[in-house]
Structure formats: C-alpha cells, structure tokens
C-alpha cells in the first residue's frame, strides 16, 4: 500500500479522463537528434509551406472575387443557380432508369385501376338495369305511381275562381262575387327512370 500512496504505477491502471496521465505513460526512446544543418533546411521548409500556404489562400480569395463579380455581371444571382441546379437534379433524376421504371409501373397501375373502375361502373348499371326490370320493382313502381296519381289533384280547364265557386257552396243560389280571372297553375309531373 506505501507505492500506491507514493505514486506509483499498477501495471492494470489505467488513468482516467483529468488523471495525471504521464506517470502511466512509458517514455519513447529520445527523438534522433538532428544537426543544426538538418534542423536549418526543415525550419526553411516549414516557412516555404506555410508560406505557399498563405499565397495559395489569397489566390483563392481573389478568385472567389473575380468569380462573383463575373455571375453579378451576367446576372446570375444565387437563386437563379439554385433553380440551375434543381432543374439540372431533376433532369439527371427523369433520366434515370429506376424514375423510368417506376413511371412505368405507375402508368400500368394507373391504366388497371382505370379499366377497373369502368366494370364495376358497367356491373353496377348492369344490376340496377336488372333489378328495375324484376317483376317486383315494377309492381312497387306502379305503386309508387298510382299513389301520386291520387295525391296531386288533376288541374281543371275551367276558370279556377269557378271551382272555388262550385266548391266553396253547395247552394247554387248563393251568389259569390267573380274575382278577376287567375292564371292556372300547371304542376309537372317527373317521370321516374
């Protein structure tokens, strides 16, 4: 227990997170020394890439200029190459084969559904052409009209301030004051079909 309090590294200790780390870390054998020669050309090389580093940045930025001066002349605004580049997405997108596989597909499943729906619209007149046609539809049908034959009073070609006369008395020596002539009403009748 006195190595443990005096620093000491466990060979199955591992350091964790914040944990003075270099105590568990084995020294790597010394880099190899360089001369001053050697040391010279890498300290001249270093700045040469980090020079050409800086050069080639300013290049870019100017470039990057120039190239946006460029499009601002010929109008090119962002959202113009941003409608460029939809358009040239969606081209390369219809020009594909799964997008022309799959509008296939589609157009055939379309063509089925549509050649579906028109037999179960001809089965469904169909049925209800037959069933108008059973003998007893037709006998609730003359039913149905025989009723509405007694519920709508026929119209009557006389004057219909006479009718209300001849109605409106039983007594034919009650005289009642004509009221001017009325335009008859004319109810139309729908047909059933």
């Known amino acids: 227990m006195e190595e443990a309090d005096q620093g000491a590294v466990r060979?199955?200790?591992?350091?964790?997170?914040?944990?003075?780390?270099?105590?568990?870390?084995?020294?790597?054998?010394?880099?190899p020394t360089l001369t001053e020669e050697e040391q010279e050309e890498?300290?001249?090389?270093?700045?040469r890439v980090e020079d050409e580093i800086l050069t080639l940045?300013?290049?870019?930025?100017?470039?990057?200029?120039?190239?946006?001066?460029?499009k601002r002349?010929?109008?090119?605004?962002?959202?113009?190459?941003?409608?460029q580049n939809l358009s040239k997405s969606w081209h390369e997108v219809t020009t594909s084969t799964a997008y022309k596989k799959t509008s296939e597909g589609l157009s055939v499943a379309g063509q089925k559904a549509t050649a579906a729906f028109n037999n179960m619209g001809s089965?469904?007149?169909?049925?209800?052409?037959?069933?108008?046609?059973?003998?007893?539809?037709?006998?609730?049908?003359?039913?149905?009209e025989t009723l509405k034959v007694k519920m709508i009073p026929t119209v009557s070609q006389g004057d219909f301030g006479d009718v209300l006369?001849?109605?409106?008395?039983?007594?034919?020596s009650v005289v009642v004051e004509k009221q001017p002539e009325a335009t008859p009403i004319v109810i139309q009748e729908e047909h059933l079909q």
């Open 165 to 172: 006369t001849s109605t409106a008395t039983s007594d034919p």
């Open 123 to 144: 089965a469904i007149s169909r049925k209800f052409e037959d069933v108008r046609n059973t003998p007893s539809f037709k006998s609730f049908e003359e039913k149905v």
């Open 42 to 47: 890498l300290r001249g090389e270093l700045l």
């Open 73 to 83: 002349k010929l109008g090119i605004t962002p959202l113009n190459e941003l409608k």
């Open 57 to 70: 940045s300013q290049v870019l930025a100017t470039k990057e200029n120039q190239l946006a001066d460029i």
């Open 11 to 31: 060979p199955d200790f591992t350091p964790e997170l914040g944990e003075d780390a270099v105590t568990s870390v084995t020294v790597s054998p010394a880099i």
